[in-house]
Nanobody, 124 residues
Framework: QVQLVESGGGLVQAGGSLKISCAVS????????MGWFRQAPGKEREFVAA????????YYADSVKGRFTISRDNAKNTVYLQMNSLKPEDTAVYYC?????????????????WGQGTQVTVSS
């Protein structure tokens, strides 16, 4: 059974930084791309960032490009999202997900497994 456990969310002031993590078990981690999505109250879940199975390719939503960095440690079965220059509009529940494929994808329908989410709140 595949399990994803996010951690590291919290409250941070605008302009600050936060790094969230997602530990994955039950799957050959390096074979699959990983993604981060977020969902703010009253809004649909949206793509944030994705990384390929070997970490060689990354892809970002325009809204976070240049501020967020996705990375992975395949030895630890963990994917990370480093968030810098945070803005109040980044406030959301952040979800990690395991892709059905090795490559990066922004399409949430191409993700097979999801974590429970971690809350990130950015105060102004």
């Amino acid at each position: 059974q595949v399990q994803l456990v996010e951690s590291g969310g919290g409250l941070v002031q605008a302009g600050g930084s936060l790094k969230i993590s997602c530990a994955v078990s039950g799957r050959t981690f390096s074979r699959y791309g990983m993604g981060w999505f977020r969902q703010a109250p009253g809004k649909e879940r949206e793509f944030v960032a994705a990384i390929s199975g070997n970490g060689g390719t990354t892809y970002y939503a325009d809204s976070v490009k240049g501020r967020f960095t996705i990375s992975r440690d395949n030895a630890k079965n963990t994917v990370y999202l480093q968030m810098n220059s945070l803005k109040p509009e980044d406030t959301a529940v952040y979800y990690c997900a395991v892709s059905k494929y090795f490559r990066t994808t922004y399409d949430r329908n191409e993700y097979a497994y999801w974590g429970q989410g971690t809350q990130v709140t950015v105060s102004s």
